[in-house]
């Protein structure tokens, strides 16, 4: 009899054994085919021109770095910023976040383009173009923007990654310029625009004599904007880099 109740005890273990084995093995399979559930973005609010932020990446004299700025910023309590980037064909990204003071309306971070550990810097080669983009979190939800941008060295030809806007100078072959959409106006203006803001970046001095056109689908004048000048319709060579906006002829 002792030994008919070992042998029940021993078929009872062996069952949970094999029962709990192909208990984990369900699981795993479940957790692999599962779905990952995505961050919530937050709610998305619409922002019209006029209370959107202005964006600049401004390359270092060596292109190692660009200086992001953002100004004219409203009803934000954080903002969270995504560089990525081409480097010899692969992508490459620069990420950070800033908690801002009360009424800031102006922030600006060095975003190197590359990698440091322990005073050694790695830097990314033949960096082409990439695409900002901006969250600002408030209480009301998140104003999510992106800006695409060209990055380009020594060319004569300087174009938006859109293939809309072009600016046509000689240029030393050692100046790195960056083209981009600046996402919102740098000042107040009273047109509307037919195009969207570009902006053109340099280190360094930023006299030239060019010329510029943007391409939109109704005949149109270009504007420039000027820290100095502020907004001013083109009627010839550009004289330095700017801030560019098309705007319907009448």
Same mark, same amino acid.
């Given at each position: $009899? ?12 062996? @069952?949970?054994? @094999? ?23 937050g709610v998305l609010l619409e922002t019209a021109l006029e209370d959107r932020p ?52 102006? @922030? ?71 083209? $981009? ?15 969207? @803001?570009y902006g053109v970046f340099s280190a360094g001095s930023q006299a030239i004599k ?41």
């Open positions: $009899m002792k030994e008919t109740w070992w042998v029940f005890v021993l078929i009872f273990v062996v @069952i949970l054994a @094999i029962g709990g084995f192909w208990l984990v093995q369900a699981k795993k399979r479940a957790g692999a085919n599962a779905t990952p559930t995505p961050t919530p973005e202005y964006v600049s990446l401004v390359p270092r004299a060596d292109g190692r770095e660009l200086k992001l700025t953002i100004s004219r910023i409203k009803n934000a309590q954080t903002i969270e910023y995504e560089l990525v980037y081409l480097s010899a064909g692969l992508s490459r990204g620069v990420i950070g976040n800033v908690k801002l003071a009360a009424d800031q309306t102006t @922030i600006s971070r060095d975003l190197l383009l590359g990698s440091c550990s322990k005073n050694v810097c790695k830097y990314d080669e033949d960096v082409t173009e990439g695409t900002l983009t901006l969250r600002f979190r408030s209480p009301e939800g998140v104003r999510k923007f992106t800006a695409d941008f060209n990055f380009q060295q020594g060319d004569n030809l300087l174009t938006s990654k859109d293939g809309q806007f072009q600016l046509e100078a000689n240029l030393p072959a050692s100046t790195y310029c960056l083209t $981009m959409e600046t996402i919102g106006l740098p000042a107040d203006f009273e047109e509307t625009p037919a195009s969207p @803001i060019a010329k510029v056109s943007i391409t939109t689908d109704q005949p149109t004048a270009v504007y420039q904007w000027t820290r100095t000048g502020g907004w001013q319709a083109l009627t010839g060579a550009v004289s330095q880099l700017a801030t560019f906006v098309a705007i319907a002829s009448e």
